[in-house]
């Protein structure tokens, strides 16, 4: 049954069964392309008449997972250049308002959409929750740092969605003071970034932070992408002259200069830009409540189906602890608790806790607020364990589209566990287990969920 809604901008249709409406691809921001290319987002024109919100928009400028990736990380590509949009799940009753929680896809800033089966919200919508998802730029459109052009052009397209939902949630069913970003690694990492902006400020209430720390780079760091694909293209490393090349030699020149990097191993790649205006590197607004985590084997996902994980040997460990600065004496630490662990996954276990565990546990020591969790059920599939982005579909109760990672029989309940606390979290400040303090609580998600206080303490003391 089709459904009406008014936003700023005009009347949009959606669909409405089995008691949730759901709106596609409703535009927050100008399509950002011709002479909005390399700009900031722009507001959408008003229309007249009722604007269909029926199917999935255009994706923004990517190119799929490089193999093996591709076959275990779906990441459908929609034409069109009307790619700064938003979806939108809410119960159909009308019941007052209700809280708001607004999804930030992850992909290394550079993969990824809103339109992944994966992100449905029917089930957030099912427990009383307007659920957002939203897109933004990609890559070098997005996060390419220019002398000639903003900074982080896809964060300005999260902040432009975000005051879009200031705006109209209301007429969604959602309270506009009641709204909970989250998002899983690159989305987290712009999370981040967002409790530094003062663009941001009352924007949200609560944020949680799924595989994703705090990182942001000078600009000078964050131009060396550009260099690089401008030495492949051969044009200045200018918005100017990337502007007037076309976007598929761009993707092209993209994927060459960051085949061989992932966020264990690093390389080049795309990364938020601390501008001192927009993300100025402080947190803003201290007041956010948090919800933070991090998955058990988040390295699993790019280290074994590679093979990277059999590759590494003891050499190879020493070289990869050296540009990391890992002293030799947390190697001896984390191997005296892993016997027979290889060395591939002795840098793989080290490398989480580094840029995960010990980040977001900083972080949660300096809020006001915080609760932290751990997610350690293991995939069947590949061997890939507790891997990064495994607990997606357990949050989104949406296990039916988590098969390629997942396996068919991955235990829905602990999916209905954790689609449980977030949305207790989003709803009522408690996902359902104790506030970080000096005891240092962890909801530990596994088949038998427990908190434990303080786990592998010894470890974590090397990254405070």
């Given at each position: 049954?089709?459904?009406?809604?008014?936003?700023?901008?005009?009347?949009?249709?959606?669909?409405?069964?089995?008691?949730?409406?759901?709106?596609?691809?409703?535009?927050?921001?100008?399509?950002?392309?011709?002479?909005?290319?390399?700009?900031?987002?722009?507001?959408?024109?008003?229309?007249?008449?009722?604007?269909?919100?029926?199917?999935?928009?255009?994706?923004?400028?990517?190119?799929?997972?490089?193999?093996?990736?591709?076959?275990?990380?779906?990441?459908?590509?929609?034409?069109?250049?009307?790619?700064?949009?938003?979806?939108?799940?809410?119960?159909?009753?009308?019941?007052?308002?209700?809280?708001?929680?607004?999804?930030?896809?992850?992909?290394?800033?550079?993969?990824?959409?809103?339109?992944?089966?994966?992100?449905?919200?029917?089930?957030?919508?099912?427990?009383?929750?307007?659920?957002?998802?939203?897109?933004?730029?990609?890559?070098?459109?997005?996060?390419?740092?220019?002398?000639?052009?903003?900074?982080?052009?896809?964060?300005?397209?999260?902040?432009?969605?975000?005051?879009?939902?200031?705006?109209?949630?209301?007429?969604?069913?959602?309270?506009?003071?009641?709204?909970?970003?989250?998002?899983?690694?690159?989305?987290?990492?712009?999370?981040?970034?967002?409790?530094?902006?003062?663009?941001?400020?009352?924007?949200?209430?609560?944020?949680?932070?799924?595989?994703?720390?705090?990182?942001?780079?000078?600009?000078?760091?964050?131009?060396?992408?550009?260099?690089?694909?401008?030495?492949?293209?051969?044009?200045?490393?200018?918005?100017?002259?990337?502007?007037?090349?076309?976007?598929?030699?761009?993707?092209?020149?993209?994927?060459?200069?960051?085949?061989?990097?992932?966020?264990?191993?690093?390389?080049?790649?795309?990364?938020?830009?601390?501008?001192?205006?927009?993300?100025?590197?402080?947190?803003?607004?201290?007041?956010?409540?948090?919800?933070?985590?991090?998955?058990?084997?988040?390295?699993?996902?790019?280290?074994?189906?590679?093979?990277?994980?059999?590759?590494?040997?003891?050499?190879?460990?020493?070289?990869?602890?050296?540009?990391?600065?890992?002293?030799?004496?947390?190697?001896?630490?984390?191997?005296?608790?892993?016997?027979?662990?290889?060395?591939?996954?002795?840098?793989?276990?080290?490398?989480?806790?580094?840029?995960?565990?010990?980040?977001?546990?900083?972080?949660?020591?300096?809020?006001?607020?915080?609760?932290?969790?751990?997610?350690?059920?293991?995939?069947?599939?590949?061997?890939?364990?507790?891997?990064?982005?495994?607990?997606?579909?357990?949050?989104?109760?949406?296990?039916?589209?988590?098969?390629?990672?997942?396996?068919?029989?991955?235990?829905?309940?602990?999916?209905?566990?954790?689609?449980?606390?977030?949305?207790?979290?989003?709803?009522?400040?408690?996902?359902?287990?104790?506030?970080?303090?000096?005891?240092?609580?962890?909801?530990?998600?596994?088949?038998?969920?427990?908190?434990?206080?303080?786990?592998?303490?010894?470890?974590?003391?090397?990254w405070l």
């Open positions: 049954m089709d459904t009406i809604a008014i936003t700023r901008q005009g009347k949009v249709r959606g669909r409405s069964e089995d008691g949730i409406a759901t709106f596609l691809g409703l535009p927050y921001a100008a399509p950002p392309y011709g002479r909005r290319r390399f700009r900031a987002p722009e507001p959408v024109e008003p229309w007249d008449g009722v604007r269909d919100a029926l199917e999935y928009g255009a994706t923004a400028a990517k190119r799929p997972y490089r193999p093996p990736l591709d076959e275990i990380i779906p990441d459908p590509d929609r034409p069109g250049d009307d790619c700064l949009h938003l979806n939108v799940w809410t119960p159909a009753a009308d019941d007052g308002a209700r809280p708001v929680m607004v999804w930030i896809h992850g992909g290394s800033l550079r993969n990824g959409s809103n339109s992944l089966p994966l992100y449905d919200g029917s089930a957030f919508a099912r427990d009383g929750v307007v659920l957002v998802s939203i897109n933004y730029r990609l890559g070098i459109e997005g996060f390419g740092s220019f002398p000639d052009a903003p900074d982080n052009r896809g964060l300005l397209d999260q902040l432009a969605a975000l005051e879009w939902v200031r705006d109209n949630i209301a007429s969604f069913g959602g309270d506009p003071a009641n709204v909970t970003v989250f998002g899983e690694s690159a989305g987290a990492i712009s999370i981040a970034a967002l409790l530094t902006s003062p663009r941001a400020r009352g924007l949200f209430r609560r944020a949680a932070l799924q595989s994703g720390p705090p990182h942001t780079v000078s600009r000078a760091e964050g131009g060396r992408i550009v260099a690089l694909m401008a030495k492949v293209l051969g044009v200045a490393p200018t918005a100017e002259a990337f502007a007037a090349v076309d976007r598929e030699r761009l993707l092209d020149a993209q994927v060459e200069v960051t085949s061989k990097s992932n966020p264990i191993g690093g390389g080049p790649g795309f990364s938020i830009v601390a501008d001192g205006e927009v993300v100025t590197g402080e947190v803003v607004m201290p007041e956010v409540e948090l919800l933070l985590g991090y998955n058990r084997e988040e390295y699993r996902l790019w280290f074994v189906p590679t093979g990277v994980v059999q590759k590494i040997g003891a050499v190879a460990l020493r070289l990869a602890m050296l540009k990391l600065k890992i002293p030799g004496r947390v190697a001896k630490l984390y191997r005296s608790s892993r016997p027979g662990m290889l060395p591939g996954e002795l840098l793989g276990e080290m490398a989480n806790d580094f840029l995960l565990r010990g980040p977001l546990a900083k972080l949660a020591s300096r809020s006001p607020k915080a609760h932290v969790y751990e997610f350690a059920w293991r995939s069947p599939v590949l061997d890939l364990g507790a891997c990064h982005g495994l607990e997606i579909g357990f949050v989104f109760d949406t296990l039916r589209h988590n098969v390629e990672l997942a396996g068919p029989d991955a235990p829905q309940h602990l999916a209905d566990e954790m689609h449980r606390a977030w949305v207790g979290f989003a709803r009522d400040r408690d996902p359902g287990w104790p506030a970080w303090d000096d005891s240092r609580p962890v909801m530990i998600f596994d088949r038998r969920s427990e908190v434990m206080h303080d786990p592998r303490a010894e470890e974590l003391k090397v």
